[in-house]
């Protein structure tokens, strides 16, 4: 069983165009987060939720919304793509406030066109 | 701004030889200082971790070396084999906390 799965594992799209990555995890962890990994392997907190309710937002463009419908789903939806947004997103979860354990997603490798 | 430096940015070492990696940090309020591996195309790993009380910690071939008053700490991979060889990445943050603060990585690569 696959503890932390995002979906998809690759996406292509164009410029202007709006999409989604979805993060599910099956530990009961009750923190999950998203991570950016730009093209120099640099991984940087973007958000981070507890059990639903926004934690950090790590000034990131309004152009990304996460949405926590519960705690063992976190999604990522952004407008408006643009070249820039190329990366790899990596979702992770962790017991409450506890970095100790945090677990991470295999990751979705996003590319702008 | 960068909240966990770390050295060098790639590495080749021989099979069999000793990897070292560094990593320095400013903020005296962390409290725990995670190695995590990771495989092209996969997500990073957990390899290894340790709190500020003990200056070392070792399991099987891996080991942190932790400087508290230097603010450093690093990571010896003793024996290097090929399978070592990947992306590594130091952080720091707290323990009781919402985020790690990665270091920008380090290309390990074991020559057979």
């Known amino acids: 069983d696959t503890a932390v799965s995002q979906t998809p594992k690759y996406l292509v799209t164009q410029m202007g165009n709006d999409k989604s990555i979805k993060c599910e995890q099956n530990?009961?962890?009750?923190?999950m987060y998203w991570y950016k990994q730009d093209s120099k392997k640099f991984l940087k907190i973007m958000f981070s939720?507890?059990?639903?309710?926004?934690?950090i937002n790590e000034t990131v463009p309004n152009r990304f919304s996460p949405k926590s419908p519960d705690k063992a789903h976190l999604n990522l939806h952004i407008n408006s793509l643009e070249l820039g947004d190329s990366a790899v997103y990596f979702c992770?979860?962790?017991?409450?406030?506890?970095?100790?354990?945090?677990?991470f997603g295999q990751g979705t490798r996003l590319t702008v066109v | 701004q960068q909240q966990v430096k770390q050295s060098p940015q790639s590495l080749i070492v021989q099979k069999g030889g000793i990897s070292i990696i560094n990593c320095a940090y400013e903020n005296t309020a962390f409290d725990y200082f995670p190695w995590y591996q990771q495989f092209p195309g996969k997500g990073p790993a957990l390899l290894i971790a340790?709190?500020?009380?003990?200056s070392e910690k070792k399991e099987g071939r891996f080991t942190i070396s932790f400087n508290k008053s230097a603010k450093q700490f690093s990571l010896h991979i003793m024996d290097s084999q090929p399978g070592d060889s990947a992306t590594y990445f130091c952080?720091?943050?707290?323990?009781?906390?919402?985020?790690?603060?990665f270091g920008k990585g380090t290309s390990l690569l074991v020559t057979p």
């Open positions: 939720y507890n059990n639903k309710e926004l934690i």
């Open positions: 340790i709190r500020p009380d003990v």
């Open positions: 992770a979860s962790s017991p409450r406030d506890r970095n100790t354990e945090a677990f």
């Open positions: 530990l009961g962890h009750d923190t």
């Open positions: 952080a720091a943050s707290k323990v009781r906390g919402y985020a790690l603060n």
